[in-house]
Structures are given as C-alpha cells and as structure tokens.
C-alpha cells in the first residue's frame, strides 16, 4: 500500500478570509467579528473540528462494516479549549493551538456499552485526522 | 488571558458524508468516489489543510501589521502524504494520517530574504492550527 498525496491551494481575499480550494470545491473560511473577522465562514480552529468528526463519522462506519453491525447514523459534539494569548503575541507559556480537544460520539446503534467501547478505541486508532492532532506531524512551511 | 472555546456539531448524512454546524455555518464533509464516497465536499483530510492555510493567513497578516509592512495578499499551496493502511485496517507500521505535510507560502509584499523568514517563522510559532498539528494535542473522545 503506497502513500497518497492530497493537496489544496487557499489565497486570502482579506486579512481574514482565506478561499480554499480542494479538487472542484471550495472552502470559505473567516474570522467572525469580534474577533475583527468579516465572518463569511467557520473559522480555522472551528475546521479543525469539523474534519476530525468528518474523519470519526467515515472510520465509524467502516468498523462498523467490519465488526458486522447496523449504524444507523452518528451525531458528535466537539469543543476546544484555546488561549488567544500566544497567537496575539503576548509573552505567555501557554500553547498557540488547542490545550486539548472533547469529542462527544453518540452512534446509533444497538450495541452493547462493552461492544460500543470496543468500537471507540479502534476508530480513535485508525482516524488519520485524530492521529494527525494527537500525534506530532511534521509541518515544513517554506517561501514559495 | 483566558482561554476561550470553540464548539461544533456534527451529523453523519450517510457513511462518508457529514454535516458540521459552526454557528450559523455549514461545513459539507465527504468522500470522492474512488473512496467509495458521496463526493458532496472535500475530505476530513482536506480540510485539515484548508484549516492549516486559513490559520496562516490570519497570523501571517496579524505578523505584517506588527512588523509594519504592506501584505497585499498571500497564496498558499499545501500538500500531505498519507498512507491508508492502518484507516483500512491492514496490519501496517505506518501511521493512520498524514506522515508529513508541506507549505508553500506566496506573500505579496516588498520585503526583503531575510525579512520574509523573519516573517515565516514568527507566523509558524504563533499560528494555532499548526501548533496542534506540528505537537501532540489531548483528544478525549467518549460516548456521549
């Protein structure tokens, strides 16, 4: 099995709105107001969440297939906790990104609580998104 | 400073393809057909690099400002490699997301070299989605 790549371009169309663009999609991303955004989409750290509950839903579903039960659907809760104190410049020990992530995953299904426990641990196991935040990946950012 | 949180909700449509509501937002998450998706959006992969190049932007102008210079635009090309084994559930060393992910940042502005990696670094360090990205972030998921 041979490694994919997946790419997208982005370029700002103000100092807060990035357009993004991935195969024939797009993606508006913005800031809102009070944080001087001119709000015309989620904004960064609010995408991060909803890839990592795009990722839960696909993994779900695919142990779902493997493990031989029904899923009739799932809805998931996420939050972040993140001090602005770093990205704005301060002198601060905290992080500049998310001090730590929850995720709420209510699946529907009939599975027992030992039996649904089992499937939890193997999504969170094989969910590219939540290895890719959990675990350090190399990010090189280089002048273009 | 204290920190703040961001919140979103999720729901799985159908096995590859889930809503995400940020606020009064909608992000259509979902699998290109080769995937044995719906191919009503871009991937939890994808948007994890247009997550990446959002952040960028609003950092980098934040930066400019601080350092006094004119950015009348950034470009950004992002790529990652990510080897579906483990997603799959094959036996496999790798690891289930992206092994490494690559920047290209295209700033418009008159500064010089030296000024530009200035520029960069200070942006790399202070950008959120990066940092939970480049280091290990706590994702505590539980059945809600």
């Known amino acids: 099995m041979s490694a994919v790549s997946f790419k997208v371009t982005a370029s700002s169309e103000n100092p807060t709105k990035t357009v993004v663009r991935a195969r024939n999609f797009e993606m508006i991303i913005d800031e809102p107001r009070n944080l001087r955004g001119t709000d015309a989409g989620p904004n960064p750290v609010e995408y991060v969440l909803g890839a990592l509950a795009g990722c839960l839903n696909v993994v779900g ?13 799932i809805t998931f809760e996420l939050e972040g906790d993140l001090d602005p104190a770093k990205f704005m410049g301060k002198e601060t020990p905290s ?50």
Chains 1, 2 share one sequence.
């Open 61 to 73: 579903h695919v142990v779902a297939r493997e493990m031989g039960f029904q899923l009739r659907g």
């Open 95 to 144: 992080r500049a990104g998310y001090s730590e992530i929850r995720v709420k995953v209510k699946p529907d299904c009939d599975l027992n609580r030992e039996q649904l426990e089992t499937w939890l641990h193997t999504i969170e196991s094989r969910c590219p998104v939540s290895d890719n935040i959990s675990n350090p990946t190399p990010v090189k950012i280089s002048l273009g």
